[in-house]
């Protein structure tokens, strides 16, 4: 069988000064001539059945064409020590002298396959018998003949564990060797296989000389810049680290400072960093996100450009030709998706845009003294009418299952969970009424691992309750007010949303209770991330309510509420024990009538609200859709389920994009104007106005026309799309957007997504146009706005409302 095309990641990335470009994708190399223009010369099929995850040139400066016995000029070549799987293999790229585009590339010898997967593999410099050495993943290393291919010498080090990534730093000889391997336990360890004895004895392990501690993820790649004393290491965690570590290598096999430290933590990707380039004045990184991006070193590690252009998958490959520190350099970038890119880059980026700082807050670091670290923070519930961000409060849980309350500067403990509710936990809160009875009240709900729900209220934790979802991880919790009454709904296992509505009263002593009744459970559909992240609740004229869904798949769902459990709920206390904890419910489980699979791609749905009978959802795909709920045409209301006799399904009516590069969208906040009509004279760009006019409502024969929405809405607004921004992640900013004026209404450096946060004010999502932040960056509570002051109008860019 003969292959007609391979389309593989693109796995290794290496230049040849700024001549040459050498990639892996799957088991082949190929070479790339540069000047005067990117074009590839060559490939050949190198590795068999591995694929190519290193190439190592014997040396980095040209080879010089040499002159025969003679007089003829030789035409220059460069050996290549490639690598990949439990694989090595050595071949010779040559250079036509007279036509610099013409490369060719020859094999040199068998398939040298070891014992163990290689992570990285060095030339000895010194040496005159092709010697390499390859650090290999159980934290070992050999010296291997690749002329017989046999291992001369392997040590082990006395840290006996699995490496995700490796560094050698290799001069003339096997006892100058350093090895810098980051380990599964999110740690660097620095140790010579060489160990300083010339008896070569392999059974004697190396001890560890050098430990880095502080990633909080696997490590996957580390790069060393000699001439600065910098290692840096690229993170599962999200995060890129760079120490300062003195010399490395070299004669005697240096093992830099006795303290090494931490000198820069940079958060910036959204997901995970898959490689890391170091450079006089740059530091580049590549990740799972899709982005390669540059930041300054001099600019307190800030990002000054976002290279992207990759469709999907991420960058697997990343590579930065050498050069002076002021002059320009190659970057390439090779992504899950085949593809090679390639930018020519300033030896010193740096930002000229200024505009941002000038709605980038200052940080308060608000002295958490908790227990443990903190995993999740939140406002303790919406704010109410006559609150200010000077009175505001926050809760915030810990790994210690502990939750702590924030009030006038002071921290306190509220509540401490079992066992079960340490490690792991989601929380959520919200304000509400208690019935019959003028006063609010905070609730705070906590989910664990083993399926529990702890609800209780922040005043009185000692009258909570705890809910049970099942077995299994509780995903996360979402509370929902819809006609008066108080949802919380609770992602669990293989599918199963838990349902239960809340009243809050006093008892005849006056103190607070709960009265708990729970409702059947949502199944969501069979997909790999098959957890809830957004759900709304629709006012209905009806006796049923409708549900809107949005799950970590990407998907938008529809439910629809049975109308008589509704009415029966009413003020029963004789709840049954089974549906209380949340056993026996999969037989009464609602499934969705209408559903969206995958619309907002596979990073999953962050939220979804309702507003004058029109819906918003955001995503992390960089994308606000605007929808509605609307009836199903008659000619496709064949085969629909008995759930759904009343044809209804969701409908896509627009698709709003953020700004450039902010990808990672976390929800949708309504703008009001302060004057009356004044909304009429706001024109939104880009709107479908036959769509948005349009009425939502759901009529069937024989009933009353139903609507869904705002009731206290008059009908002359009701499907009219509304003016909003939009919240979200741009590279390491919180950045709240205004898609009409494309400008930053706030912009706070919080270190990019995967963190909790709250935004003050979100007052049932309509935004005034000003507001705080609070945020967990590196086990700290930050708050963008000290919360003793009051928030004024005055600095924010246009007003951050756009309303005059």
């Keep these: 069988m003969e292959t007609a095309a391979l389309v593989a990641p693109v796995t290794a990335l290496e230049f040849l000064q700024d001549a040459f470009l050498l990639t892996g994708e799957g088991p082949v190399l190929t070479a790339y001539s540069l000047r005067p223009r990117p074009k590839a010369c060559a490939s050949v099929s190198v590795l068999q059945h591995y694929r190519i995850h290193g190439i190592r040139p014997r040396s980095l400066s040209a080879v010089r064409p040499q002159s025969s016995a003679y007089g003829k000029e030789t035409e220059p070549f460069y050996d290549l020590a490639v690598f990949g799987g439990k694989a090595v293999r050595l071949v010779r790229l040559h250079v036509d002298l007279h036509d610099g585009e013409h490369l060719c590339l020859e094999i040199l010898g068998p398939l040298m ?12 410099s010194g040496d005159k018998h092709s010697l390499l050495c390859v650090a290999v993943a159980h934290n070992s290393a050999l010296l291997l003949d690749v002329i017989t291919g046999n291992a001369l010498v392997q040590r082990s080090c006395l840290e006996g564990c699995l490496l995700y990534s490796a560094l050698l730093l290799v001069h003339e000889s096997w006892a100058d060797t350093v090895v810098v391997g980051g380990t599964v336990f999110n740690q660097l360890v620095l140790w010579k296989p060489g160990g300083g004895d010339k008896s070569n004895d392999s059974e004697r392990k190396a001890p560890v000389e050098r430990r880095l501690l502080g990633h909080s993820g696997v490590i996957f790649n580390i790069s060393y810049l000699q001439e600065k004393g910098w290692l840096a290491s690229a993170s599962d965690d999200r995060s890129i680290r760079v120490w300062g570590v003195g010399p ?8 830099g400072d006795l303290d090494p430290v931490c000198l820069r933590v940079l958060y910036g990707h959204q997901a995970r960093v898959f490689s890391v380039r170091l450079s006089p004045g740059n530091v580049f990184s590549a990740g799972e996100d899709g982005a390669c991006l540059v930041w300054d070193w001099a600019g307190d590690g800030k990002v000054v450009r976002t290279l992207k252009g990759h469709k999907a998958g991420g960058v697997r490959a990343l590579a930065v030709s050498e050069g002076a520190e002021d002059e320009k350099r190659w970057v390439a970038t090779g992504g899950a998706d085949g593809g090679l890119r390639l930018w020519r880059v300033g030896g010193r980026e740096e930002k000229t845009d200024k505009s941002e700082e000038a709605v980038t807050e200052k940080l308060s670091d608000l002295k958490f ?19 200010s961000w000077s009175q505001s409060k926050f809760v915030v849980c810990t790994d210690q299952g502990i939750v702590y309350q924030y009030s006038g500067g002071q921290w306190e403990i509220v509540w401490q969970g079992s066992p079960e509710f340490q490690s792991y936990c989601v929380m959520e809160t919200i304000s509400v009424s208690v019935k019959d009875s003028t006063a609010k009240v905070h609730l705070c709900a906590v989910g664990n691992l083993s399926g529990s729900i702890q609800v209780f209220p922040i005043s009185h934790p000692q009258c909570g309750i705890l809910l049970t979802g099942g077995p299994g991880k509780i995903h996360s919790l979402i509370w929902q007010v819809a006609k008066e009454r108080l949802f919380l709904l609770a992602s669990g296992a293989e599918g199963l949303v838990y349902r239960w509505c809340v ?26 991330k098959r957890w809830l992240t957004a759900a709304v ?78 819906l918003y959802s955001a995503g992390r795909d960089g994308c606000v859709r605007v929808f509605r709920v609307r009836p199903t045409p008659p000619e496709t209301l064949e085969g629909k389920s008995v759930e759904n006799k009343g044809g209804l399904q969701l409908e896509v009516l627009r698709v709003q994009r953020a700004c450039k590069g902010m990808e990672w969208l976390e929800r949708v906040l309504i703008l009001e104007p302060e004057i009356p009509g004044e909304e009429d004279k706001e024109e939104c760009e880009n ?22 929405g705002k009731e206290d809405k008059t009908e002359e607004n009701k499907g009219r799309e509304a003016r909003f921004v939009i919240v979200g992640f741009h ?27 709250s935004l003050w004010p979100s007052h049932k999502g309509i935004w005034p146009g000003y507001g705080a932040l609070v945020f967990i960056k590196q086990g700290a509570i930050m708050a963008s706005q000290p919360p003793g002051e009051t928030l004024s109008w005055a600095g924010k860019a246009g007003r951050a409302g756009g309303w005059a």
Excluded at 572 to 592: A, F, I, M, R
Excluded at 698 to 706: L, P
Aim: negative net charge.
């Design 248 to 255: 490395l290598g070299g004669p005697g096999g240096k093992c």
């Design 503 to 528: 009243d809050v009263k006093l008892d005849g002593k006056c103190s607070l209770a709960l009265n708990i009744n729970p409702l059947p459970p949502f199944l969501l559909p069979s997909c790999a």
């Design 687 to 708: 709107h479908d106005n036959t769509n948005m006019t349009e009425k939502l409502g759901v009529t069937e024969e024989g009933k009353d026309e139903e609507s869904f």
């Design 537 to 614: 609740c629709l006012h209905s004229t009806s006796e049923k309510l409708l549900w809107v869904c949005g799950d970590r798949r990407g998907s938008l769902l529809l439910f629809q509420e049975g109308g008589k459990l509704e009415q029966n709920m009413g003020d029963d206390e004789s709840v049954d024990e089974s549906l209380l904890t949340g056993k026996e419910q999969t037989d009464l489980s609602l499934h969705p009538l209408s559903c969206l699979f995958g619309v907002h791609g596979k990073q999953g749905v962050t939220s979804v609200c309702e507003y004058q009978g029109l």
């Design 369 to 387: 003294p908790g227990q443990g670290l903190p995993k999740v923070v939140c406002i303790a519930g919406e704010e109410n009418d006559n609150g």
């Design 731 to 757: 590279a390491i900013h919180f950045v709240v957007w205004d898609p009409v004026k494309q400008e930053r209404l706030l912009a706070v450096p919080c270190g990019g997504g995967h963190r909790s946060w």
């Design 113 to 124: 396959e070891l014992q163990d997967w290689a992570l990285d593999v060095r030339w000895l």
